[in-house]
Structures are given as C-alpha cells and as structure tokens.
C-alpha cells in the first residue's frame, strides 16, 4: 500500500537551531500538508502547498516557517530559528483528489 | 479559524457496550472525516461524510453527518477491545483545504 514517509522520525534540537523536517508524499499526490500536534493539544493546520506554491496557511505558520519542493519529490518544511514552543509531532500529509494520507510523523524536540 | 468541539474527551467502557462520540460546531463544513491514531503514527482515514443527514456504515462503526453540516457522531455498536484507540474527527472548511480537528476521543475498551 501507497504511504507518505517522514524523516527524521525524531529530532531534538537546541534553541535558535535550523530544522528540516522531510516528506516523501505519495506518487502521483498533487496536494501537500503540514499538520503539527503539540503533545495533549489537537492536530492544528500549519500549510497547504499546490503546484510549487503554497495555497493556504495558517497563523502559527509565520515567517519562521517555510516550505518548498526542491527536487521534485521531496516536500520539506524548515523552521529558521527553533523556540521551545515548537516542540511537537510534524505531520506531512498528500493527496490527489480524494482521501487525505498522513505520515508517521516527525518528532521535534526543542531544548 | 472554524472550532470543533468533541466529546467525550476520554471513554472507558466494557467490551461488548455501545457508545456514542460527538463532534459540534456553530459552523458549517463542506466535509466532515473521522480518523483513527495510533501512538507514535499519523492519523488514518475512516469515513468522510460530505452530505447533511448523511449515514455510513463501516462495520459495527456507523457515521452520521448533520443536517446543516455542522455536527457529526460516530457510533459503535458491541465495541471491542481491538477498538481502542484515539479516534478524531476533522471538518473541512468551506473556504479552503484546511481541516480543522477536534481534540480527540481515546477510547478504551476492556475485556
């Protein structure tokens, strides 16, 4: 069966540090998600991405955050400058037209 | 940024019961899904409801869609321990691809 796969599965990072969160999406997916999930808190939207361009994103998702697809392939979500309040489960989800698949997630640690 | 509110936010019954899990909200989504999460992985799809007065069946889980698309149910009828999980339900906006997810429900069903 088709799945999205995340790396790394956990990270843990100092403060201030740059972080590259990575998503193989399934083949033939067109649409790209980042979900993230603070530890006992909900799912929350961070981004969409269509067509090499982002096509929604929230309000946690500010100038820190950023985006893109450099190969092709790979849909990746970097973080600039680390603050402790993003320690979380980062999900990487894909789709084509219809069902919505999640990754396994990537854990980061904020120290 | 639409809310969902989901209830009850644990449940621990004995196998063999029935049990409601309940997702409102004061607005109307285009869509509504209802995932499964296991520990340490992402979120799996079960049911996407899309039309008011909506019913689905899957099993002994049964997924209704309210009539002005704004509230949702899961019902499980002689649940199992097999059922134990987080189960959560995320609307899709109308304006958008965002989900927007309720906090969760973690059943457990004991033997």
Same mark, same amino acid.
């Given at each position: 069966?088709?799945?999205?796969?995340?790396?790394?599965?956990?990270?843990?990072?100092?403060?201030?540090?740059?972080?590259? %969160?990575?998503?193989?999406?399934?083949?033939?997916?067109?649409?790209?998600?980042?979900?993230?999930?603070?530890?006992?808190?909900?799912?929350?939207? %961070?981004?969409?991405?269509?067509?090499?361009?982002?096509?929604? +994103?929230?309000?946690?998702?500010?100038?820190?955050?950023?985006?893109?697809?450099?190969?092709?392939?790979?849909?990746?979500? +970097?973080?600039?400058?680390? +603050?402790?309040?993003?320690?979380?489960?980062?999900?990487?989800?894909?789709?084509?037209?219809?069902?919505?698949?999640?990754?396994?997630?990537?854990?980061?640690?904020?120290? | 940024?639409?809310?969902?509110?989901? &209830?009850?936010?644990?449940?621990?019954?004995?196998?063999?019961?029935? *049990?409601?899990?309940?997702?409102?909200?004061?607005?109307?989504? &285009?869509? *509504?899904?209802?995932?499964?999460?296991?520990?340490?992985?992402?979120?799996?799809?079960?049911?996407?409801?899309?039309?008011?007065?909506?019913?689905?069946?899957?099993?002994?889980?049964?997924?209704?869609?309210?009539?002005?698309?704004?509230?949702?149910?899961?019902?499980?009828?002689?649940?199992?321990?097999?059922?134990?999980?987080?189960? *959560?339900?995320?609307?899709?906006?109308?304006?958008? &691809?965002?989900?927007?997810?309720?906090?969760?429900?973690?059943?457990?069903?004991?033997?």
């Amino acid at each position: 069966e088709p799945e999205v796969t995340q790396t790394p599965s956990h990270q843990v990072t100092q403060m201030g540090q740059e972080v590259i %969160l990575r998503c193989v999406p399934i083949s033939n997916h067109l649409y790209f998600y980042w979900y993230r999930q603070i530890l006992g808190q909900k799912v929350e939207f %961070l981004v969409s991405f269509y067509n090499n361009e982002i096509s929604e +994103k929230s309000e946690i998702f500010d100038d820190q955050f950023s985006v893109e697809r450099p190969d092709g392939s790979n849909f990746t979500l +970097k973080i600039r400058s680390t +603050k402790l309040e993003d320690s979380a489960m980062y999900f990487c989800a894909t789709q084509n037209t219809g069902e919505l698949f999640f990754g396994e997630g990537s854990r980061l640690t904020v120290l | 940024t639409q809310l969902l509110e989901q &209830s009850p936010q644990f449940l621990s019954i004995q196998e063999g019961e029935n *049990l409601t899990v309940y997702c409102n909200s004061s607005s109307v989504f &285009s869509s *509504l899904q209802w995932y499964r999460q296991e520990p340490g992985e992402g979120p799996v799809l079960l049911v996407t409801v899309v039309t008011g007065g909506e019913v689905k069946k899957l099993k002994r889980l049964t997924f209704q869609f309210g009539d002005a698309r704004k509230d949702s149910s899961l019902h499980i009828t002689a649940a199992q321990p097999g059922d134990t999980g987080l189960y *959560l339900c995320a609307g899709q906006e109308t304006s958008g &691809s965002r989900l927007t997810f309720g906090e969760g429900t973690q059943l457990t069903v004991n033997p």
